[in-house]
Every structure is written in structure tokens, then in C-alpha cells.
Nanobody, 119 residues
Framework: VQLVESGGGFVQPGGSLRLACAASGFSLDYYAIGWFRRAPGKEREGVSCISTSDGTDYYEDPVKGRFTIVRDNAKNTVYLQMNSLIPEDTAVYCC?????????????WGQGTLVTVSS
């Protein structure tokens, strides 16, 4: 059972990135997915999450209207499309999976991918 994030990198303010959370060893069809981030010197915070069946999604206030979480069950991957990036979005982003939605205790976690927003 493994979650692997990809898509991080360096981008200028106002730019976009698409992060991917790919699962191996299990099907994401039955798991809710959450995206989290940890900025330098700060605690980890939730960013967005999506349910299994009806695709109900949720966004934290700092990213509402800029980020979109999308599930692609055929690819066993969940994406986080990030637009209009600002320096405050700089962080290590990681995804997590759990059979329960909503939840604050995800069972499986990825290692994370670094996003740096800077001019």
C-alpha cells in the first residue's frame, strides 16, 4: 500500500501546478483523499479533500477558488490543480487516504512533494 505524490516544483506567483497522488497496492475507488501541506516553520494544515462515491469536495479558506481536487479512478490517481499560486502556498504537499469521509485520521500517507512559489 503506497501513495506517491508528484508534480511539485518551482513556480512564479500567479502560476499553476498540478499535483498528483497515485496509489499502488490498493484502489482509490474506496478511499477518501485529503491533501495537506506543511510550510517551513509551520504546522501541517489541511488543504482539500474529496469523498469516494459522489465526489463531494471541500477546501480550506486560503485555497478556495484557486485549487481544485479531482479524482481519476481509471488512473487510480487524485489530482490537486493549483492556480493563482502565491508565495504563502510554498510548502511540502502530501496526500492521504482513508475509507472514512470526512475524517481527521487518515490511514495512509504519502511522502510529499515540494512546491515553491517565488519570484
Amino acid at each position: 500500500v503506497q501513495l506517491v505524490e508528484s508534480g511539485g516544483g518551482f513556480v512564479q506567483p500567479g502560476g499553476s501546478l498540478r499535483l498528483a497522488c497515485a496509489a499502488s497496492g490498493f484502489s482509490l475507488d474506496y478511499y477518501a483523499i485529503g491533501w495537506f501541506r506543511r510550510a517551513p516553520g509551520k504546522e501541517r494544515e489541511g488543504v482539500s479533500c474529496i469523498s469516494t462515491s459522489d465526489g463531494t469536495d471541500y477546501y480550506e479558506d486560503p485555497v478556495k477558488g484557486r485549487f481544485t481536487i479531482v479524482r481519476d479512478n481509471a488512473k487510480n490517481t487524485v489530482y490537486l490543480q493549483m492556480n493563482s499560486l502565491i508565495p504563502e502556498d510554498t510548502a511540502v504537499y502530501c496526500c492521504a487516504a482513508d475509507r472514512t469521509f470526512p475524517t481527521t485520521a487518515y490511514a495512509y500517507w504519502g511522502q510529499g512533494t515540494l512546491v515553491t512559489v517565488s519570484s
